[in-house]
């Protein structure tokens, strides 16, 4: 394989072709501008089955110009940086425009598995900024990548992150803190926002453009549809659907689902005051900054199917036919039909991830018919506060016959009693559809994952990055790369919290 990376001449050759991908919309869509140098920059860590998407072996942060390109610090030959225009609403207001205030697309690879967009998240200003600096901290940076590939492993949808390169260069933000950027992967990185930016602006043109974009590029089976921009707007809405209900399942908060957050190919993106779920609490908001409350846990699926709303909004004027109320109102339906499918596929995709955790089979009725079961276990662990991943990996292993070996599942309950009552409903069902423990057992723990980034576990790794020990990011890694496997010597990992963390806080700033 001939070097990877360019060196200062920049004429080696990347493991990939280039296309123009999103640059091919042209400048109403992105200013070009180089990143903005970071000094003496150093690596901190590499994800090799991110690298590897691109064609990169694991040994590609050795090579000559690694860091330098990956901190911004040089324009590679097979670049051509940029950064995209978009705009959104923000805790629910209008923001107007928006934008890549701190990231920066370096290009688009062509790779086995389709087009890839790298980009480089804490790059330096950008025309988009809105007085920000433009930068992102050691802090964050971390938080996202490992979450990032965390999420990949769950089998979730999301945008990648290949690696972190840091420097030692101030930034502030409530306090003052250390500079990194992270290399992120996507097929794309367009959002809801980038259609509410040109709905906004009167410019169907562009909106037509870019939705022609997306058709042609990642769902062509909408141009077949005897209303594309329609089609569109279903299959957004149910791949969002899909993705709701994989959040909730692995007990994910995401934290700020702003418009602008929204990714239109239904992927995880943005992870900024995100959160796992330690003591269950069904309206556990893991964002500090939100004093109302409005990303909470439990209001995740709804949030997205409001941002839904916001996109059929952007969206009408590609389909809206004759002025006045009639025009409206038929174009209004339209978006309504188009919406409608999101909760029915939610409810399906939820019952079926649910069903799956609990190792059953689906009823002979309806997905409806498990929702007492499935109430009353939701409101079982809300009230007791119980470890959420612990509750499900240790449910796997519990007897259907009788309860001699509940005690790991039934000591995370402080009311014994509570748990018996409805481990006594749940263990008739399962002789009820005649269930086989060894079977069952096994095919619960291959969904219920043993690791996940909880927040202390982040912070543990990012106190020992700011004294220069990357070790524990890579171990960390390492873990949540299989994070439904046993992996004996890592319990840790999947321990309680310790009381300290407790007092983790993350906010937008995060």
């Not at 097979?78 to 609403?89: F, I, M, T």
């Not at 923000?90 to 370096?106: C, E, H, K, S």
């Not at 996507?186 to 870019?210: K, M, N, T, Y």
């Not at 912070?459 to 390492?478: H, N, P, S, W, Y």
Request: glycine share 8%.
């Amino acid at each position: 394989m001939p070097d990877p990376l360019p060196g200062g001449d920049g004429t080696a050759a990347a493991p990939f072709a280039t296309a123009p991908g999103f640059a091919e919309l042209g400048s109403r869509f992105f200013t070009r501008l180089a990143p903005t140098p970071l000094p003496s920059p150093y690596l901190v860590s590499v994800s090799a089955p991110a690298a590897a998407l691109l064609g990169w072996d694991a040994h590609a942060a050795t090579q000559a110009g690694f860091i330098e390109t990956f901190a911004g610090n040089q324009v590679p030959a097979w670049a051509d940086p940029l950064a995209s225009v978009y705009s959104g609403h923000q805790f629910g207001v209008w923001a107007g425009q928006l934008g890549d205030g701190r990231a920066i697309r370096l290009a688009e690879a062509r790779t086995a598995g389709g087009p890839m967009e790298i980009q480089l998240k804490g790059a330096g200003m950008t025309p988009y900024s809105r007085m920000a600096d433009g930068r992102a901290v050691l802090r964050s940076s971390i938080r996202e990548y490992l979450c990032s590939e965390a999420m990949a492993a769950l089998g979730i949808p999301t945008t990648r992150a290949m690696c972190i390169v840091g420097s030692d260069a101030p930034i502030r933000r409530e306090t003052v803190e250390t500079a990194a950027v992270v290399a992120r992967l996507a097929p794309s990185f367009i959002r809801f926002g980038h259609f509410e930016h040109f709905a906004a602006r009167e410019d169907i043109g562009a909106l037509r453009q870019l939705a022609d974009f997306v058709i042609d590029r990642f769902m062509p089976a909408c141009r077949e549809d005897a209303q594309p921009y329609q089609a569109l707007l279903r299959e957004v809405s149910l791949r969002t659907a899909e993705l709701m209900a994989q959040w909730q399942a692995v007990g994910f908060c995401h934290g700020v689902m702003n418009t602008d957050n929204m990714s239109i190919l239904g992927l995880t993106i943005d992870y900024g005051p995100f959160g796992f779920l330690d003591a269950f609490d069904a309206n556990h908001i893991c964002n500090h900054t939100d004093s109302q409350g409005r990303y909470a846990y439990s209001q995740q699926p709804q949030v997205a199917f409001w941002n839904l709303h916001c996109l059929a909004q952007a969206l009408m004027p590609l389909w809206r036919e004759g002025e006045g109320e009639a025009g409206k109102d038929a174009a209004v339906e339209a978006a309504r039909a188009a919406l409608d499918p999101f909760r029915a596929r939610y409810a399906a995709a939820f019952f079926r991830r649910y069903r799956d955790k609990l190792g059953l089979r689906p009823p002979a009725g309806r997905d409806e018919d498990d929702e007492p079961l499935l109430t009353s276990l939701f409101q079982l662990l809300h009230e007791q506060r119980v470890d959420y991943t612990l509750f499900w990996r240790n449910l796997a292993r519990i007897s259907s016959a009788d309860g001699s070996r509940d005690a790991p599942v039934r000591d995370l309950f402080p009311d014994r009693a509570a748990w018996d009552a409805w481990a006594g409903t749940y263990r008739a069902r399962l002789r009820a559809e005649q269930s086989d423990d060894a079977a069952r057992a096994a095919a619960m723990l291959a969904v219920n994952p043993k690791y996940v980034l909880r927040n202390h576990l982040a912070e543990t790794a990012i106190r020992r990055a700011r004294e220069k020990d990357f070790g524990e990011v890579d171990r960390l890694l390492a873990v949540l790369s299989r994070p439904f496997d046993e992996q004996p010597g890592a319990e840790a990992y999947a321990a309680l919290p310790p009381d300290w963390a407790a007092g983790l806080e993350v906010s937008c700033s995060s």
